[in-house]
């Protein structure tokens, strides 16, 4: 339903990012994928998972994957990515702004006087400066024609997060202000007919979710032993196939400017997860989690 489209998604070389691209993909667009790990050099993450690797999948579903090493903390970098999209396609239908490398940044449960300062404000640079330099670049190609999209990722819906702190000062101010973030984009793209939203995965099966808790995709369930409200988890896949379904919807516009999750909208565009459920991990967690109950997803996937 995507055929023809162009998209970047800005941090696609694991996790979300990566289910998001190969979602993209499947769905017929060309996808610009971009980040620090290639084949060729790692980054800080220090991780396997590559932009290339990425960009394989993404052929590998029906699409066409296009790996960019960007860092999007630097300007000149993303800004050479941007005419290098614009010379090679001639238009930006879906940016997904991803970016975040702070897994290993930020300190649980810690007040500002005792997380580590540098980190803290590393996080801050990782997940909000590299957001608005890339739409800084980005956006101004998007707007070039009717019915772009912009999608802010983040952690948590705006309800959830206004009433719950987010681990720490750096981590809950991040992920707060992307969503404030896709909210005040919303009030520039409305003027030029794209629409901006926020969307947040539910709890994330991503490659390092999976190996902190010792399993593979194959036997997820086999960690619900040692933290029994995994159950709710989903892969990336399912809020990839959130960001298609978005991009595909002619009527998108209704979303412009509101927090969103992969839950909810699989409820309304009726996409499922590769299991053929939907899991609902943030009505989950209050409802279930947050309230004492014993872990069951049953009624929430």
């Known amino acids: 339903m995507l055929?023809?489209?162009?998209?970047l998604v800005a941090g696609g070389t694991r996790g979300a990012g990566r289910g998001i691209a190969v979602e993209l993909g499947a769905a017929g667009s060309t996808v610009y994928v971009t980040g620090r790990?290639?084949?060729?050099?790692?980054?800080?993450?220090?991780?396997?998972?590559t932009i290339?690797?990425?960009?394989?999948?993404?052929?590998q579903a029906g699409g066409k994957g296009i790996a960019v090493r960007v860092d999007h903390l630097v300007p000149e970098?993303?800004?050479?990515?941007?005419?290098?999209?614009?010379?090679?396609q001639g238009r930006l239908d879906i940016l997904v702004n991803d970016i975040w490398g702070g897994e290993k940044l930020f300190e649980w449960n810690k007040a500002v006087w005792?997380?580590?300062l540098d980190k803290g404000l590393r996080l801050l640079r990782l997940g909000l400066d590299t957001h608005l330099i890339t739409a800084h670049h980005a956006l101004p190609l998007l707007i070039e024609r009717p019915g772009g999209l912009l999608v802010e990722m983040t952690d948590g819906t705006a309800d959830y997060n206004a009433g719950h702190y987010r681990l720490s000062p750096f981590y809950d101010l991040v992920k707060s202000a992307v969503i404030r973030l896709a909210w005040g984009h919303a009030k520039d793209l409305a003027k030029h007919g794209a629409t901006?939203?926020?969307?947040?995965?539910?709890?994330?099966?991503?490659?390092?979710m999976l190996e902190a808790y010792g399993v593979t995709e194959a036997n997820w369930r086999d960690a619900t032993a040692q933290v029994p409200h995994f159950v709710i988890s989903e892969t990336p896949h399912f809020v990839g196939r959130a960001v298609a379904a978005l991009a595909g919807d002619v009527d998108r516009s209704r979303w412009n400017g509101q927090s969103l999750s992969s839950g909810?909208?699989?409820q309304i565009?009726?996409?499922?997860?590769?299991?053929?459920?939907?899991?609902?991990?943030?009505?989950?967690?209050?409802?279930?989690?947050e309230a004492g109950r014993p872990a069951d997803a049953s009624g929430y996937r």
């Open 3 to 7: 055929d023809g489209k162009i998209a």
């Open 269 to 289: 565009y009726g996409f499922t997860d590769l299991d053929g459920s939907r899991p609902d991990a943030w009505r989950y967690i209050p409802e279930v989690e």
């Open 37 to 49: 790990s290639t084949r060729g050099q790692r980054s800080e993450y220090d991780r396997p998972e």
């Open 114 to 116: 005792e997380h580590d």
């Open 77 to 88: 970098e993303v800004q050479a990515l941007v005419a290098r999209i614009r010379s090679e």
């Open 52 to 59: 290339e690797d990425t960009a394989d999948l993404i052929n």
């Open 264 to 266: 909810q909208l699989a």
């Open 196 to 208: 901006s939203v926020a969307l947040t995965p539910g709890w994330l099966r991503s490659e390092m």
